[in-house]
């Protein structure tokens, strides 16, 4: 590609997928992965996260034209840093959630003849035993469907090719955040995966992307999916599998902020009389059809104010809702849920999480979740009051969720985080309840299952308010259950201001790369660039541009089809339309591509266990149960804050030392060779336990210490030995301890003497213990000794014949083996 003066084929860079292809105002360039790390495993199939790109321009040196302006968008494009938070996977639909995966592409085959003989194009299926084996040969079929648009980045790059290329070329990326974690119950692995898909409409930062467009695409909007999984079976078909999602996203209103005051919170601007609620028609339309009803919306901004700020939007929000809820169905109306969570908050005679516990257990019990099992036996014969009382819809297969949470404050990051994390965490009791882990479904904070829970969740929050805001959450759970360290304080001021300086200086040139990575602006020659545009208000709303078809019925605001369908989402229904969507595939069922064995295990790959990712997540048992012996090692037992695996090695005698961390800016550890040694050095005034500084929440710290440092290391984690068994072995032993422990020395020397010539009639000792003879060093009674089976006779003649077929001598056949093939062939073929 592009070498000039050169003869002859030579590799030029390996990569493991295609993003896509762009143009500016020269040739194309084509976006290559080089770089990937595994970051989640989801029934077999690998997610991985983007690490690293190559962009090759394809046109040779000797033909390509130049021009002045092709270095600066090269630079703007680039700035989208596909490194940070970008995810794929070759075999699993990442762009869908869970319960559209199991449930739509599992339906029979024969609903899709026709489509089958019409479309031959082939695909990639997620299943790997799913389908029908054919008549007459060893291919099964299998179904896969068109990704969701809506939460694709790269859908404009590969858009060129989409028509030219077989589609096993088109890799669909998302950006967000995806996170794994182990949970042990008592051995028995359980993989809580949590998933956010940051849609691509609309899409923007902070301040220059506010409400809606006219299109009903929300800024900030993020569907979040809580994945639970029984680690033990890998299969889709086999496994255990239990998903809940819900959503975040900005007041689906025509609104803005003026950044250009310079003010922390800028005055908040109805930029648009919207009466009949038109734009948040749109919206809630997309939802009805997505995730089906009811809609439940969380409004978390302020009600109470001096002055009015944030109470603009929530007049206005309920305004629209109650416009839009006088013509639907009555059992379909949109839940309008308003809680002032600041008023909250400053309060000290109200416990905010309390109450969001509250909230959260009515919207669970609305929307219920998936799992793709029947409730088991014991569910059924003590049922629990909270479960019968569930929503969803039930199917012979399983539980589906119908309906959606959708949670919004003003900026949909810190008060939304922690919402999002209450409902999470009561949607993960029931989860936990329905795959039969639990008794009951309830959590209690403080046990290791909800504080790894809770930094996932944290991290999700990191990532997506970085996405959007430019700094981390400012306010996390830690400071809603006011427990936060006093240290948390000044670390919050900074994030302010890290958020404030991001939203002053640099939105514009990031909100400029996005415009041009999704493909909202397109350079071409003659026309302004995208420097010289005093504003992009004009590229996502396109009614600016250009008239728009008729306008929907202020009454009837909604899709027929979706309506008629309530409460599933008309997406997830067996229709025409959908079927269209649906594409068929003849496969191999030992192909690599869907091979989950050579995936998980790497057969082929020189490897290490530091290296295998199962090992490598963080572990409930590794990184939060308590390292003291005899402490409940189940993960639902309530602890206090400093017993946990963290904090005992987090304490202030080990700040000082030096620990080996893995990096954990997106969830899961990477292998060993892109670990970094971070030293910290604390001062020795700061007494908090937590140390969030020092070592990373999601980190796994390893000691090293010098030797003259042993003794202190040993001081602070070797436990106390009254406390370890219960007696102080420093302290003298009694006669009568003493006198037993001699008598079980003498029995088991007496046991395991070999010597059957000292054989000696049993005789007491003058110290009273007793002498026991062996009468044989192996008996057959034993327990040292195996006896070697025993095979009859007719056992090892059947032996000896599969011997002689493997090596090509067959047996003749008996009169009761063509019997028996006789009535095979009458039964199978007559």
């Not at 029934?43 to 983007?50: L, P, Q, R, S, T």
């Not at 360290?485 to 958020?499: A, E, V």
């Not at 050579?598 to 295998?612: G, K, M, V």
Request: proline share 5%; charged share 25%.
């Amino acid at each position: 590609m592009g070498q000039k003066g050169s003869s002859g084929l030579f590799r030029a860079v390996s990569a493991f997928g295609v993003v896509g292809f762009v143009r500016f105002l020269e040739g194309y360039y084509i976006v290559l992965i080089t770089k990937r790390r595994k970051m989640a495993d989801i029934g077999g199939h690998a997610i991985y996260k983007v690490e690293d790109t190559n962009m090759i321009y394809i046109p040779n040196d000797s033909v390509r034209v130049t021009h002045p302006d092709e270095a600066r968008y090269l630079r703007i494009f680039q700035n989208v840093d596909l490194s940070s938070n970008f995810y794929f996977s070759y075999s699993y639909d990442l762009s869908h959630s869970l319960q559209y995966n199991l449930t739509v592409l599992r339906m029979p085959l024969e609903m899709l003849k026709s489509e089958m003989t019409q479309n031959r194009q082939e695909s990639f299926d997620i299943f790997e035993d799913e389908g029908l084996i054919t008549q007459g040969g060893s291919g099964v079929f299998g179904i896969c469907s068109e990704p969701y648009m809506k939460y694709v980045w790269n859908g404009e790059l590969l858009d060129i090719i989409k028509s030219t290329v077989h589609r096993d070329w088109l890799l669909y990326i998302i950006h967000g955040f995806c996170g794994q974690s182990k949970l042990l119950i008592y051995g028995r692995p359980v993989y809580v995966t949590l998933i956010a898909r940051r849609s691509s409409k609309f899409a923007g930062t902070r301040f220059l992307k506010r409400g809606a467009n006219c299109e009903g695409d929300v800024a900030n909007e993020v569907e979040t999916e809580q994945i639970l999984c029984d680690a033990s079976v890998m299969s889709f078909t086999a496994g255990s599998y239990s998903s809940y999602v819900q959503v975040r996203g900005s007041v689906p209103l025509y609104w803005s902020q003026d950044i250009s005051t310079m003010m922390p919170k800028p005055p908040i601007t109805l930029d648009q009389a919207d009466p009949f609620a038109h734009v948040a028609a749109l919206h809630f339309d997309q939802m009805f059809q997505r995730f089906g009803s009811p809609i439940i919306i969380l409004n978390l901004v302020k009600e109470r104010e001096k002055r009015k700020h944030e109470r603009i939007l929530s007049e206005e929000l309920v305004a629209a809702v109650t416009y839009l809820n006088q013509f639907l169905p009555p059992e379909h109306t949109i839940v309008y849920i308003p809680w002032d969570m600041a008023k909250y908050t400053k309060s000290k005679l109200c416990n905010v999480l309390d109450r969001l516990n509250v909230i959260a257990e009515s919207v669970v019990k609305k929307t219920g979740f998936f799992v793709n099992r029947p409730d088991s036996y014991c569910s059924i014969l003590r049922p629990d009051e909270k479960w019968n009382e569930l929503g969803g819809c039930v199917i012979p297969t399983g539980r589906l969720q119908t309906g959606i949470l959708r949670t919004n404050c003003v900026d949909c990051l810190d008060r939304t985080n922690t919402a999002q994390f209450m409902v999470g965490k009561c949607a993960l009791a029931y989860q936990l309840y329905s795959l039969g882990l639990i008794d009951k479904p309830n959590l209690q904070f403080d046990t290791d299952a909800v504080r790894l829970f809770e930094e996932l969740y944290e991290d999700h929050g990191d990532t997506l308010s970085l996405q959007y805001g430019g700094s981390q959450l400012v306010h996390r759970v830690k400071t809603y259950r006011k427990i936060a360290p006093w240290t948390q304080h000044s670390k919050d001021i900074m994030q302010t201001l890290s958020r404030y300086y991001s939203n002053a200086f640099s939105d514009a040139d990031r909100q400029d790369s996005i415009n041009l990575f999704l493909g909202v602006f397109h350079p071409t020659e003659g026309k302004p660039h995208l420097w010289e545009l005093p504003t992009d208000f004009y590229l996502h709303h396109k009614n600016t541009m250009r008239l728009l078809p008729t306008r929907r019925s202020y009454t009837y605001w909604w899709t027929p089809e979706v309506i008629k369908h309530l409460p599933l989402p008309y997406d997830e229904v067996i229709c025409a339309v959908n079927l269209k969507k649906l594409i068929v595939k003849k496969f191999h069922k030992y192909e690599e591509e869907i091979d989950i064995h050579n995936e998980f295990f790497r057969p082929y790959e020189l490897s290490s266990f530091d290296d295998t990712f199962c090992l490598a997540m963080t572990s409930s048992a590794r990184d939060f149960m308590p390292k003291t012996v005899g402490i409940d090692p189940s993960p639902f037992t309530v602890r206090k804050p400093d017993e946990t695996g963290k904090s005992v090695l987090g304490n202030k005698s080990n700040r000082e030392e030096a620990v080996l961390q893995r990096k954990t800016a997106a969830s899961a550890p990477p292998p060993p060779s892109e670990e970094a040694v971070s030293s910290s050095s604390e001062d020795d005034s700061g007494t908090d336990r937590e140390e969030e500084g020092s070592v990373s929440q999601r980190s796994t710290p390893v000691k090293m210490t010098d030797a003259g440092d042993s003794a202190k290391v040993t001081e602070n984690v070797v436990q106390p030995m009254k406390e370890l068994y219960g007696i102080n072995l420093s302290d003298g032993l009694s006669e009568e301890d003493f006198s037993i422990y001699s008598r079980f020395v003498q029995l088991g020397q007496s046991q395991h003497k070999q010597d059957k010539n000292s054989q000696q009639p049993c005789s007491r000792c003058s110290d009273g213990v007793i002498k026991l003879t062996p009468i044989s060093a192996f008996s057959q009674d034993n327990i040292y000794e195996v006896q070697p089976p025993r095979v009859d006779r007719k056992s090892t003649e059947i032996f000896q014949a599969h011997i002689q077929a493997s090596q090509g001598i067959m047996q003749p056949l008996g009169k009761e083996d063509s019997s028996m093939y006789r009535e095979y062939i009458r039964n199978r073929y007559l």
